[in-house]
């Protein structure tokens, strides 16, 4: 009686790989992307991104750990150099050289369109010399000056409270006022937006406006919640809801990238410094929104996507509030 063939055991790359625990493979990617980002961008043809995160198949997020590829246009031929399904990575571990053989993803970005900005009711940002010209969209949180407690600010997107891409391609517009989205009430003025330039240093896509001292202002949803505390960075996004105008939107963390070279319009194409990838149909007007838990851990704001493809990028939290990013320490 013959006996059945016994499956091939995998290589040992593929084996020492699948034998890490998760928080491993997570770490050992991190690493791959920073010490190999910058070359896996020359290697392959189309990559304008490189992140670690979890694999994507027919839209379902599974909790497979991977090297992630972001790409303008998914191309199934004509591709000199293509991102294949594994890449080969020598890595230090306990004092020796250890070869892995980590999974790739393939994301696209797809064309995306810049979305449009109570504070968790929606704000308009307008033109004071031209109240008609509004620009819609969500406020992230009320911020207070950690020198000046009495000094508030509304955290929102450049793209949005600076009108940028409205009216001076990346160049802010300072006369930039700040009201509610049904623009019955006067919230306060520009007060700083963070240099974005086409083609330029990484940035963040990110403003603050000071709130009018006369004007009391909140941000708290629907479902009675509010940012509370900044999570710091030290793990990733997960139980993520988008807190939009529109009420909140499911996020399903994907990836986490450095460096991405997204198109605005009116300004050109703009080298983002970090960013989180979720799965969640934002649309335009929710840019600025909150991406956070339901106990108020703010993982994020929401400012880029693709709804065809329920594609949000959010700004990592902790890079918001770092010390010395905006000309005053801003605390929630």
Request: charged share 15%; with cysteine; net charge positive.
């Amino acid at each position: 009686m013959a006996t059945k063939p016994k499956p091939a055991s995998p290589p040992a790359a593929v084996r020492r790989w699948n034998e890490l625990p998760p928080e491993q493979q997570l770490a050992t990617v991190r690493e791959v992307c920073g010490t190999k980002g910058a070359a896996l961008l020359k290697r392959f043809d189309g990559v304008i991104a490189v992140g670690a995160g979890y694999k994507k198949s027919a839209n379902a997020v599974s909790e497979a750990i991977c090297l992630g590829m972001l790409v303008k246009k998914k191309r199934t031929k004509n591709i000199a150099r293509p991102v294949p399904d594994r890449l080969l990575f020598t890595v230090i571990r306990d004092g020796k050289l250890v070869r892995l053989s980590i999974p790739t993803d393939v994301e696209e970005l797809g064309k995306g369109k810049p979305h449009a900005v109570n504070l968790a009711h929606g704000i308009r940002a307008f033109n004071r010399n031209n109240p008609k010209q509004g620009v819609p969209g969500a406020a992230c949180c009320a911020v207070v000056d950690t020198n000046q407690p009495p000094n508030r600010y509304i955290l929102g997107c450049r793209h949005v409270l600076a009108l940028s891409l409205l009216t001076t391609g990346c160049a802010a517009f300072n006369a930039t006022d700040v009201a509610d989205r049904g623009m019955n009430t006067r919230v306060g003025q520009l007060f700083f937006p963070l240099p974005m330039a086409p083609n330029g240093q990484p940035c963040l896509d990110a403003a603050i406006s000071l709130v009018d001292p006369s004007t009391p202002v909140d941000w708290l949803s629907a479902q009675g919640i509010r940012p509370t505390v900044v999570e710091p960075g030290a793990r990733q996004p997960q139980n993520c809801f988008v807190f939009t105008p529109d009420g909140p939107l499911q996020a399903i963390f994907v990836k986490e990238w450095a460096n991405v070279p997204l198109r605005y319009a009116g300004c050109g194409t703009v080298i983002i410094a970090g960013a989180y990838q979720f799965q969640a149909a934002t649309v335009g007007g929710h840019s600025g929104s909150p991406v956070m838990t339901p106990d108020g851990t703010l993982f994020g704001m929401h400012f880029w996507g693709d709804p065809s493809q329920s594609l949000a990028m959010a700004i990592p939290a902790f890079m918001l509030f770092q010390p010395g990013r905006f000309p005053v320490n801003i605390r929630l």
